[in-house]
């Protein structure tokens, strides 16, 4: 037995109908890609199709029913994030993911005007472990305003190393953008911590919560974030939805990123004036459905309880690494301890490439991620081009594991690893 599993696991399944659909040769699916796309429950595609079915039409723009029913739909989904981060519902801005929730960051301090506003002799301060989409969009801010990019390294157990930390956070900090938890070596970072380090020399903090929302608590308020940003379609949402949330005195004082309808309030032909926020960050027709599911999403995941889901993951995470640690030559990037980690869980196998790991368990009807799941700074450190990862989330079981420690133990005997 597993203890700290979500009660009731087998039941909470059957809410998840790709899970049980079988694969080529009729073998059974084991999904251990959540941590690249969460799979999705029936009631998140049943309120998708219902909003197409009878309620669709552009929001806030009709004038008839339908408009009236869908504008209301988009708005309810905008409650139901800020809920879910404790947050207030006019400070939640959807956008289509988490990297253009981060690029939206990433301008408008570039382009913003007086104290915000990002330039030459300032510094960003990033990490070694960040998804491309909180490391590039950066890189461009400081190439394009002749600020300095810097970052913390880290440690050999995958850990941020923070003992520069007064070295690389100093008066001439501007930003520091950091991921939650790693999205390749599952480290969950101390935000909090750095985030106050960070404000006591006047920075912004921008944090990627888009690992950290499907499987921990947030809330913004206790976070450390003046910007967090996170995506639909890990939260067992649809593709197509992001979301960055903004302390209201600081999204109020950032230019518009995108110009178009809806974000106005009036427009001349010499100069126009801008919505409030969120809106003024919502230009064009939005990602209506994609709210719709997204609100549907964190209600399913609120019921569950985020502290359930949490519990769930580290017992599944811990049962994972014992697993794994009876594999022959298999080294695994990141904490060793499961309760200083997410559910992603990288690894090599000596001898064998990791795309060749990922077919032979697909072979085995089990679906992992290989390659440098958009981290390559942290490959890198660690002296790797690539690497295998699987990732659970609240609907994985233990067997699911054991299946994939046993499809390991076939890969090394079919390569004739001994």
Same mark, same amino acid.
């Given at each position: 037995?597993?203890?700290?599993?979500?009660?009731e696991?087998?039941?909470?399944?059957?809410?998840?109908?790709?899970?049980?659909?079988?694969?080529?040769?009729?073998?059974?699916?084991?999904?251990?890609?959540?941590?690249?796309?969460s799979?999705?429950?029936?009631c998140?595609?049943?309120?998708?199709v219902?909003?197409?079915?009878?309620?669709?039409?552009?929001?806030a723009?009709?004038?008839?029913?339908?408009?009236?029913?869908?504008s209301?739909?988009?708005?309810?989904?905008?409650?139901?994030?800020?809920?879910?981060i404790?947050?207030?519902?006019?400070?939640?801005?959807?956008?289509?993911?988490?990297?253009?929730?981060?690029?939206?960051?990433?301008?408008?301090?570039?382009?913003?005007?007086?104290?915000?506003?990002?330039?030459?002799?300032?510094?960003?301060?990033i990490?070694?472990?960040?998804?491309?989409?909180n490391i590039?969009?950066?890189?461009?801010?400081?190439?394009?305003?002749?600020?300095?990019l810097?970052?913390?390294?880290?440690?050999?157990d995958?850990?941020l190393?923070?003992?520069n930390?007064?070295?690389?956070?100093?008066?001439?900090?501007?930003?520091?953008?950091?991921?939650?938890?790693?999205?390749?070596?599952?480290?969950?970072n101390?935000?909090?911590?750095?985030?106050?380090?960070?404000?006591?020399?006047?920075a912004?903090?921008?944090?990627?919560?888009?690992q950290?929302?499907?499987?921990?608590?947030v809330?913004?308020?206790?976070?450390? *974030?003046?910007? #967090?940003?996170?995506? &639909?379609?890990? +939260?067992?949402?649809?593709?197509?939805?992001g979301v960055?949330?903004? !302390? %209201?005195?600081?999204?109020?004082?950032?230019?518009?990123?995108l110009?178009?309808?809806?974000?106005?309030?009036?427009?001349?032909?010499?100069?126009?004036?801008?919505?409030?926020?969120?809106?003024?960050?919502?230009?064009?027709?939005?990602?209506?459905?994609?709210?719709?599911?997204?609100?549907?999403?964190?209600d399913y995941?609120?019921?569950?309880?985020?502290?359930?889901?949490?519990?769930?993951?580290?017992?599944i995470?811990?049962?994972?690494?014992?697993?794994?640690?009876?594999?022959?030559?298999?080294?695994?990037?990141?904490?060793?301890?499961?309760?200083?980690?997410?559910?992603?869980?990288?690894?090599?196998?000596?001898?064998?490439?990791?795309?060749?790991? *990922?077919?032979? #368990?697909?072979?085995? &009807?089990?679906? +992992?991620r290989?390659?440098?799941?958009c981290?390559?700074?942290?490959? !890198? %450190?660690?002296?790797?081009?690539?690497?295998?990862?699987?990732?659970?989330?609240?609907?994985?079981?233990?067997?699911?594991?054991?299946a994939?420690?046993d499809?390991?133990?076939?890969?090394?005997?079919?390569?004739?690893?001994?």
């Amino acid at each position: 037995m597993v203890g700290g599993l979500l009660p009731e696991l087998g039941v909470l399944r059957k809410d998840f109908p790709i899970l049980s659909r079988t694969l080529a040769g009729g073998l059974p699916l084991v999904y251990l890609d959540s941590a690249n796309t969460s799979q999705k429950p029936q009631c998140v595609i049943d309120a998708m199709v219902d909003h197409l079915e009878r309620h669709n039409a552009n929001v806030a723009r009709a004038m008839h029913q339908l408009g009236a029913e869908s504008s209301e739909a988009f708005e309810a989904a905008r409650d139901k994030v800020a809920a879910f981060i404790n947050a207030p519902r006019d400070e939640v801005i959807f956008t289509k993911n988490a990297s253009e929730a981060l690029n939206l960051a990433a301008n408008t301090l570039a382009w913003a005007r007086g104290p915000l506003q990002v330039g030459e002799g300032d510094e960003v301060v990033i990490t070694e472990m960040e998804h491309h989409s909180n490391i590039v969009p950066w890189q461009l801010l400081t190439q394009r305003t002749g600020a300095t990019l810097r970052w913390f390294g880290l440690t050999d157990d995958g850990q941020l190393d923070l003992t520069n930390i007064d070295e690389l956070i100093t008066e001439r900090t501007k930003v520091v953008a950091l991921t939650w938890v790693s999205n390749m070596l599952g480290t969950i970072n101390p935000v909090a911590e750095i985030a106050r380090r960070a404000h006591e020399v006047g920075a912004i903090v921008v944090v990627d919560a888009s690992q950290a929302a499907p499987q921990l608590p947030v809330d913004v308020t206790t976070s450390g *974030a003046d910007l #967090l940003a996170f995506t &639909g379609h890990k +939260v067992v949402g649809p593709t197509g939805i992001g979301v960055l949330w903004g !302390k %209201r005195e600081l999204l109020e004082q950032l230019p518009p990123f995108l110009g178009g309808g809806e974000m106005i309030a009036t427009v001349e032909m010499e100069r126009s004036t801008y919505a409030g926020i969120p809106h003024k960050f919502e230009a064009g027709t939005p990602p209506i459905v994609e709210a719709v599911g997204l609100g549907a999403a964190v209600d399913y995941l609120s019921h569950i309880g985020m502290d359930a889901i949490h519990a769930h993951e580290q017992a599944i995470t811990a049962y994972a690494l014992e697993g794994l640690a009876t594999v022959p030559g298999l080294t695994v990037l990141g904490p060793l301890d499961a309760t200083q980690r997410g559910g992603a869980i990288s690894f090599e196998i000596d001898g064998v490439h990791p795309h060749d790991v *990922a077919q032979v #368990l697909d072979s085995r &009807g089990i679906a +992992v991620r290989a390659g440098h799941h958009c981290a390559k700074p942290a490959h !890198k %450190r660690f002296g790797v081009q690539s690497s295998t990862r699987m990732s659970s989330y609240l609907y994985t079981t233990p067997a699911e594991i054991d299946a994939l420690v046993d499809g390991l133990e076939y890969t090394r005997s079919y390569f004739k690893l001994g």
